[in-house]
Structure formats: structure tokens, C-alpha cells
């Protein structure tokens, strides 16, 4: 990368920096404040109470109550925690869990190994925009159904799910409902209560904090074993020494973004409704995804007859940061298994690439953005 010039950050899906305020809160924590909070010294007392002020931000945030908030090292141990815990714990009752086809791998590689283990996994499919079959759902319901996992907004192309629906079919059938909201939290409202949700994944660099660090919501009453074992920490459910500054991060990022919220999604809606139209403007574009129920930072377009490899190469050599949309499937020959659940062909999965922005995303970085790729598809048509 040209170090003279500034970088235009358009992933903010995988990854997001974090933000000054946040980076000072989390500063006294790694060397004035370094105490075990396990341990029980009038030293380790401050580092105990700090934990516990970014337990009751994450509860607030959500609307749950602070014992069901416990921390873990980010989404992906959430989701692994969520469902071995809850396939392990509840066996005796049943082997099934339904999820859908579009998960993030973290759930979806977990359910291939829980198949392996014997459990049987339904994946419910989605329609063209992305979103969930409940009648899909409703009719995979078993005697011997423990679990349903089903994200609450789509990495790859933003779609936002029918997440209350979900949490009413599963109440009414008496099956634990989770969500990795890992994309959700920090950019559209989510109440636990108001949704029926029994477990949630979070993950804090995804919305201005510091990576290595999230959180799992279990609702009081949900039977789920521990994935790791060790210590007493997080009330006997979660074993490690708390990665207190981390948590401190969390918990300041998600009480930010939550007030930061209402103004920063009507101007992120604005920014990402324009881009979308301009985009469209070039010939043989469409747009994946769900224009209605979808992400405030997403969009994610299908460049006709130009390989998306080929494109993100030519915007970064621009200076621009996009990607195909999943880590996973960068650099690899697969085509993306979220765009191939819409029904797009293989030759149209490999032609899409995400745009997604975020709080430091600017007009002006939009406008120039705009203005390559019109430049860059021209030429490669041409050329
Ligand atoms: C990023 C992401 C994860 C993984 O979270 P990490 O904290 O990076 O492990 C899981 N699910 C979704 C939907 C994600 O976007």
C-alpha cells in the first residue's frame, strides 16, 4: 500500500478500528490497573467493579439482566459455546437443530462437527433476498428439536432476519432460540426481551471495539454446559482470567454505538441508498440482498462479466479497501455459500463484491469510490 496515501476503508463488516474514546477507557487496564479480579486484594477490587460496569452496559444495551451477560474471547467462541453447549447439555432430550444456509462459518462449522458427533442439523433455506423460510422452520420442528440458531443480520449482504417471528416459533414449541447478532449489535436496536431471544453472539471489534473479545447472552433458566473448563470465573460458566481491558473496550463500544445510533444510521442509510443508485447506473450491475431489511452500512453488487478478484485488485490499487465479503471465502476458488443460497449462479457469486461502511466513511469517499469503479469497469469491458 502507497503509504502518501490515505487509505478508503470499505469493510467495515470484517472488521472495524476502534474507536480513540474506547482505546482510553480499555489504557489503565493493562498496566496501573492489572489486578486478577479473581483474586480477592483491595488492588483487584477496582478491576472486579470495572467488569462489572461493562456487564451492566451490555445488559442495558440488550435489555437483559447483567448474571446473563458473560464474556468470551469474541463471536466465534460465542457461537461454538452457544451450540456444543446446548447439543451437549440437552441430548438426553433430543439430537436435532435447525440453523440456516447463509450462517456465518463459525456456525456452520460447528454444526458439520456436531454431525459428526451424531447430531442431526436441518438448514433452513432463504429466498432470493436473503431472508429465512419460517414455514421452512415451523415444518422442520421435531419432538427431538433442542436448539435453533438463525444470524440476526447477514454478513455478506446485510439482510436483516425475521428475528421475532423466529423467537415466537420457538417459544410457542418450547425450543431455546439463538442468534449470532455478531453483524446486528452496535448498528440496528436489539431487545432480547422484546424478540424472544434465549442466547445471543456478540463480538466487539465489529462495532468500534477491540478484537479477542465478545460476548454470549443466556438468558436465566437455559440449560447449556461450559465450553471451556477451568476456573471459576464468569460464575462458574465460563473459565480464564477475564481479559479485563477488553471488556472495559466492550462495554464502552456498545454503550457508544448505541447512542451514536439513531443520527449515524440516517446518515450511513443516506450514504449507502446513494451508492446503490449510482452503482446501478453501470451497466450489468444488480444488487444482492434485501433493499428493504438490510444492514445501514451494507451493500454488496453483482458486477456482471467482471470477476470480483479482478475488480477489488484494480479498486486497491486505487487505494480503496473492499471485499468479496467473507474472510473465508477470500482467496479461496469457492464462490460465496450465502450468495449461492440466493440462487445466484456460480459466474454471478464470483462477480459480487461488498461495500460496507461505517462512522469515519465519508461523501467524498463514496463520490471518488463511485467514480473508479465506473472508470474501472469501463476499462476492463473495454479493454
Ligand atoms: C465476524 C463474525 C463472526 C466471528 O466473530 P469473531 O469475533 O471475529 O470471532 C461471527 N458471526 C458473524 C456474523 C460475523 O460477522
Known amino acids: 500500500m502507497n503509504e502518501n496515501k ?65 464474556f468470551t474471547s469474541g463471536g466465534t467462541e460465542s457461537d461454538n459455546w ?53 414455514e421452512y422452520i415451523k415444518r422442520a420442528i421435531t419432538t427431538k428439536t433442542i436448539l435453533v440458531s438463525v444470524m440476526f443480520a447477514n454478513n455478506e449482504i446485510g439482510s436483516i432476519e425475521p428475528i421475532r417471528e423466529i423467537g415466537e416459533i420457538c417459544k410457542n414449541n418450547n425450543i431455546v432460540f439463538h442468534t449470532d447478532a455478531v453483524q446486528a449489535i452496535g448498528h440496528v436496536p436489539v431487545d432480547v426481551e422484546e424478540l424472544k431471544i434465549d442466547m445471543l453472539s456478540m463480538s466487539a471489534h465489529k462495532f468500534y471495539g477491540p478484537k479477542g473479545i465478545g460476548v454470549l447472552y443466556i438468558k436465566k433458566g437455559i440449560k447449556i454446559d461450559n465450553y471451556l473448563h477451568g476456573g471459576e470465573q464468569e460464575r462458574a460458566k465460563r473459565a480464564g482470567t477475564e481479559n479485563t481491558a477488553a471488556i472495559v473496550g466492550l462495554g464502552k463500544a456498545i454503550e457508544k454505538s448505541n447512542l451514536d445510533m439513531p443520527n449515524e444510521n440516517i446518515r450511513l442509510i ?61 482467496g479461496s476458488l469457492e464462490p460465496s455459500h450465502v450468495l449461492m443460497s ?42
Not at 489486578?35 to 445488559?59: H, L, Q, T
Not at 462449522?109 to 429465512?132: H, M, Q, S, W
Request: charged share 25%.
Open 342 to 383: 440466493l440462487g445466484l449462479s456460480e459466474k454471478k457469486a464470483k462477480s459480487s463484491i461488498r461495500f460496507s461502511f461505517g462512522k469515519w466513511t465519508t461523501e467524498e469517499e463514496i463520490n471518488y469510490t463511485i467514480t473508479m469503479l465506473k472508470d474501472i469497469i469501463n476499462n476492463i469491458k473495454e479493454g
Open 82 to 134: 452457544a451450540l456444543i453447549g446446548t447439543a451437549i447439555a440437552k441430548r438426553e432430550k433430543g439430537n436435532h437443530i435447525i440453523t440456516s444456509t447463509i450462517e456465518h462459518p463459525a456456525i456452520l462449522n460447528t454444526c458439520r462437527y456436531l454431525e459428526k458427533l451424531g447430531f442431526k442439523i436441518t438448514y433452513a433455506p432463504v429466498d432470493k433476498y436473503g431472508i429465512v423460510n419460517l
Open 270 to 330: 443516506g450514504l449507502r441508498d446513494r451508492f446503490i443508485q449510482e452503482v446501478l447506473k453501470i451497466k450489468d450491475t444488480e444488487l444482492n440482498g434485501d433493499m428493504n431489511n438490510r444492514l445501514p452500512g451494507n451493500v454488496n453488487i453483482c458486477f456482471n462479466g467482471v470477476e470480483a478478484e479482478t475488480l477489488l485488485m484494480a479498486l486497491d490499487l486505487r487505494g480503496i479497501c473492499a471485499s468479496v465479503g467473507s474472510a473465508c471465502s477470500a
Open 6 to 70: 490515505k487509505i478508503i476503508y470499505l469493510d467495515y463488516s470484517a472488521t472495524t478500528p476502534i474507536d480513540k474514546e474506547v482505546l482510553d477507557e480499555m489504557q489503565p487496564y493493562f498496566s496501573e490497573f492489572y489486578g486478577n479480579p479473581s483474586s480477592v486484594s483491595e488492588f483487584s477490587k477496582e478491576v472486579k467493579m470495572a467488569i462489572d460496569v461493562a456487564r451492566g452496559k451490555v445488559s442495558e444495551a440488550i435489555n437483559c439482566k447483567r448474571e446473563e451477560v458473560f
